[in-house]
């Protein structure tokens, strides 16, 4: 059964202080792996889509990072609106999987 | 360009009472899907439709019922309400294989 990981649930950052998010995953056969952001009352807003192990895609202060078993979310020097809950997802077939989440809280 | 539209925005209910969830993409998206986010549970699928004409049950099935009523539109049933479907309800929708989902801003269900 596919499954997805995430931690920690929750992070607190001081603005500047770099840190990662994990996302661990079982699918058979990944034809994807995705990173969201969500915005409290929105629907989630895409990021990355990673598809191979050793691939990594860059945006603004975000970096997403992919092996065969998990994905990283690195996020360089954050500032408060970058505070969000950030979600990874995978699909093997026509199904997508998502994890619970992290909450990513940066302070000023 | 709209994306994909869910309506209503917030939705009470009293249990048993019935509704339909409505949802429309403009993409020309082949998959479309519904979702439930719940807090500490994240996104759990509900059900799904690969392509027009086909649907198929997700995690959490029970209680709903869904009709892909034409390319463009996604439709999630609710029969007999139950407090339990209290949740905040997303739809989603892509267009090929493996490329990621695209959502709305969800829809806001209470039942008391």
């Known amino acids: 059964e596919d499954q997805v990981t995430q931690s920690p649930e929750a992070l607190r950052l001081q603005e500047g202080e770099s840190s990662s998010l994990n996302c661990s995953y079982t699918?058979?056969?990944?034809?994807?792996l995705f990173w969201y952001r969500q915005d409290p009352g929105k629907g989630p807003e895409f990021l990355f889509t990673?598809?191979?192990a050793g691939e990594e895609k860059e945006k603004e202060r975000l970096k997403a990072t992919l092996t065969k078993k998990e994905s990283f979310l690195h996020i360089t020097a954050p500032k408060p609106e970058d505070s969000a809950t950030y979600l990874c997802?995978?699909?093997?077939?026509?199904?997508?999987?998502f994890g619970k989440g992290t909450r990513l809280h940066i302070l000023p | 360009n709209a994306g994909v539209t869910q309506t209503p925005k917030f939705q009470v209910l009293k249990t048993g009472q019935s509704m339909t969830l409505q949802c429309a993409q403009d993409m020309n998206h082949n998959s479309m899907y519904w979702y439930r986010q719940d807090p500490g549970m994240g996104l759990r699928l509900i059900y799904y439709?690969?392509?027009?004409?086909?649907?198929d049950k997700g995690e959490v099935p029970n209680g709903y019922n869904v009709s892909r009523l034409n390319k463009r539109e996604f439709s999630l049933r609710l029969e007999s309400a139950a407090p339990s479907q209290t949740s905040v309800y997303f739809c989603a929708s892509r267009g090929t294989y493996g490329s990621p989902l695209h959502f709305g801003n969800g829809t806001r269900l209470t039942v008391t």
């Open positions: 990673l598809y191979s």
């Open positions: 997802a995978v699909t093997g077939d026509d199904k997508i999987i």
């Open positions: 439709s690969a392509s027009e004409g086909t649907t």
């Open positions: 699918v058979s056969g990944l034809r994807g």
